[in-house]
């Protein structure tokens, strides 16, 4: 990650993570599936996500409890995707745990797409739509 980028600060329950080798599910919704393949457009934020994408921390959650856990919320997926806090980096992004807010999910954290152009978010979602696609569907198993 570029440590020059300028971010937005955290709320004082959040921490950024270490770019390692940690897994982040990110729930695909069907619609972000084209020819059986993941679209970049699971990894751009929406007007909803307001910068923040969704994901759950595999060291909290396995993959098939971050599923169940976002399908029983009446939210839909075809499954979850891993990328790693590694990848977010990579992409020029960054990974923050918001567990401790009082609203969050069990193992929330979101990647953080905030002040970022959306030409550097169409090329982060690229690359993380391609490091998803190399570890595959995590749960359910295609």
Known sequence: MDNTKSWPELHEAEVVLEADSNPLFRQVHPNWIRDGKVTSQAFKPTS?????LSTRQSKVLSAEQAFDAHRSQGLDS???YQVTTAEIDYAGLRSVDDSQLAAAPDGHAYIDCRDQSNGAIEKAAKKLRTCAMNHGCQHPAT
Do not use: I, M, N, R
């Not at 909803?48 to 923040?52: C, L, N, T, V």
């Open 48 to 52: 909803k996500d307001e910068g923040q």
């Open 78 to 80: 075809v499954g979850s």
